[in-house]
């Protein structure tokens, strides 16, 4: 039973990160109406500048500030050179843009990181576990729970609660009409642009003491993002964090008794819920 | 016969005098594979990002097949189109309830359920190693072992995969595909119904995926992993672009242009998919068109300077 609980709780730490990935990816999705490949290689992009700046600052903390916000910079640099361009290209053309860029980034990693994977420890105060009374469980990865829930929250009261979350979701919704009540569309997209990338960049950042680093990260993630995102919806928040739990809680459950299937189980998942429900979890189109 | 099926034979002759049969033959199992990604593209107005899982799964078992039960070639052919059909009409009947960006990312993502059955199944398919040691059986006496034998024989089917997606796209059910592409909300208030019109679409694609499929299995002797995997599906719905989705003939010309390519600088560099990535880059953001559309450039821009050369002097 307790071995159990533990699966679950790791289920719910991936899900988190899942979340916020799936988040990210559908601020993106929803604000600019492109379909983003590239969303994969900021998160391995962000685990990448954790491990560099916290082994060459020495601390993580302000590794985990700076990673995402290279992330995030660098997001802002694609939607203004190049995205922006592609506006009224059709979803072929935008897609192979954004996947350009993904293959570029992470062949990039590999001429910079080199090709092999490594792995990152946490910084010293999460190493180690406490116990729990029912398990025994690692600090860091309580960590990573607290962490990416906050960040989720944080989105959460952004998007709902500020004047600039206010236009974001209104650019979900209509474009047209928002650029008609005065509102500079393109600033709009490049803001969602480069939020969505701070997100894939910090669930990198928190991913890479868990899994590690490897060229091969972001593309993984990526199947995952569009996992959360096609069930849980486009632009919806809830969703998001329900998607990802869900998968995350299935993986972790999964894994620990059949190892080999911990990819497939995801997909499968999404799979079993597109036959019952082809629209999704909340089904919205 | 039109000037684009003279072109086509010509290159077919001439072709394996330029490049190495095995290159020349690759050309053309990757216009099969790129025709059936037209009729989703170009005429029913479909962005698959998943066609690497029926080219990859056909691969898999008419290899398995193949290596293990030594079958006839045509049988294996069959049961390629077959396994590309089926897996399409599972993944399609998934993906097709579903429209614009979601139809995309579905794609992808059960793409990627394929992919790691494939990784992880490694006592079938070798993982990472891919599966080896396929045949390529005589058949009628004929010894495929010899390059040029089986470049004619790749070359046939392609001829006939030709003839076939042209007899679909001019038939009643290609119209309305391309119905469904212009205006799918007019297309299903004049009674059609269009989900299983594009599934019908995503099945045809998913055939002429699994026939390239086992063709290239057979023409490099193994399956590598990354025939199920996202590279190949990108990089066929890139060849289709940059040859022109608006026609039929596009996808042969951009599997030309994008095989020929990737065989010279391949070879030359393990990082190629870096240059890879530049070029999807540079198209996008200069030669939206493809190839065809660039070639007109050109030839307007050669015009123009002709004009003002004449004029001048």
Request: contains cysteine; positive net charge; proline residues 3%.
């Amino acid at each position: 039973m307790s071995a159990f609980l533990g699966q679950v709780l790791n289920g719910i730490a991936t899900g988190m990160l899942y979340a916020l990935m799936g988040l990210g990816l559908s601020l993106v999705t929803g604000v600019l109406n492109i379909p983003n490949f590239a969303h994969g290689a900021l998160f391995a992009i962000g685990a990448y500048l954790l491990a560099s700046a916290a082994n060459l600052m020495g601390n993580f903390w302000l590794a985990l500030v700076i990673a995402p916000l290279g992330a995030a910079l660098l997001g802002l640099a694609i939607e203004y050179l190049g995205i922006r361009r592609l506006y009224a290209a059709g979803h072929d053309y935008q897609l192979l843009f954004t996947f350009g860029l993904a293959l570029i980034l992470s062949e990039a990693i590999i001429l910079v990181w080199g090709p092999v994977g490594y792995s990152h420890l946490p910084p010293p105060i999460l190493r180690g576990g406490v116990d729990l009374g029912f398990t025994f469980y690692p600090k860091y990865r309580l960590f990573v729970m607290v962490a990416a829930g906050l960040l989720v929250l944080g989105t959460w009261l952004f998007l709902e609660k500020t004047r600039y979350g206010a236009i974001m979701r209104a650019g979900i919704e209509n474009k047209e009409m928002v650029s008609l009540l005065g509102i500079d569309v393109h600033k709009l997209f490049t803001a969602a642009f480069a939020l969505g990338a701070y997100l894939a960049g910090i669930a990198g950042a928190l991913t890479a003491p868990i899994r590690g680093l490897s060229p091969g990260m972001g593309v993984d993630m990526l199947g995952i993002a569009f996992v959360v995102v096609a069930l849980g919806g486009l632009g919806n928040l809830l969703g998001a964090i329900a998607a990802g739990l869900l998968i995350g809680v299935a993986q972790a459950i999964v894994a620990a008794h059949w190892t080999e299937a911990s990819s497939v189980v995801i997909y499968a998942v999404m799979a079993a819920v597109l036959l019952v429900r082809p629209q999704g979890l909340f089904g919205i189109r | 016969m039109n000037r684009a099926l003279i072109a086509i034979l010509a290159a077919i002759v001439l072709l394996p005098l330029v490049v190495r049969p095995a290159i020349a033959s690759e050309i053309w199992i990757f216009a099969i594979f790129g025709l059936g990604v037209n009729l989703l593209l170009g005429y029913t107005g479909l962005l698959s990002f998943g066609q690497g899982t029926f080219f990859g799964s056909a691969a898999y078992v008419a290899g398995w097949l193949l290596k293990h039960y030594a079958i006839n070639v045509f049988f294996a052919l069959g049961i390629g189109v077959g396994v590309g059909a089926l897996s399409a009409l599972v993944v399609g009947y998934l993906c097709v309830q579903r429209s614009g960006l979601y139809f995309i990312m579905l794609t992808f993502a059960l793409n990627q359920l394929f992919y790691f059955v494939a990784y992880q199944w490694t006592s079938v398919t070798g993982g990472e190693d891919g599966m080896p040691g396929i045949p390529r059986p005589a058949i009628l006496g004929i010894d495929f072992g010899n390059p040029v034998a089986y470049y004619v024989f790749v070359s046939v089917l392609f001829l006939a995969s030709l003839w076939i997606m042209r007899r679909i796209v001019e038939s009643p059910l290609g119209k309305i595909l391309q119905a469904i592409r212009e205006n799918e909300v007019r297309a299903e208030a004049v009674g059609y119904d269009t989900a299983r019109f594009k599934l019908a679409a995503f099945v045809i694609g998913g055939a002429f995926s699994g026939l390239a499929g086992v063709l290239y299995a057979m023409l490099f002797g193994i399956v590598p992993l990354e025939a199920i995997g996202f590279v190949t599906s990108g990089n066929v719905v890139f060849a289709t672009l940059i040859g022109g989705s608006g026609s039929l003939y596009g996808p042969v010309i951009g599997s030309f242009v994008f095989i020929w390519l990737s065989e010279s600088v391949s070879t030359l560099w393990a990082r190629w998919p870096l240059l890879l990535g530049v070029a999807f880059v540079i198209v996008v953001l200069f030669f939206r068109g493809g190839v065809v559309e660039a070639w007109s450039r050109f030839a307007a821009w050669r015009e123009r300077k002709w004009r003002s050369s004449k004029q001048t002097g």
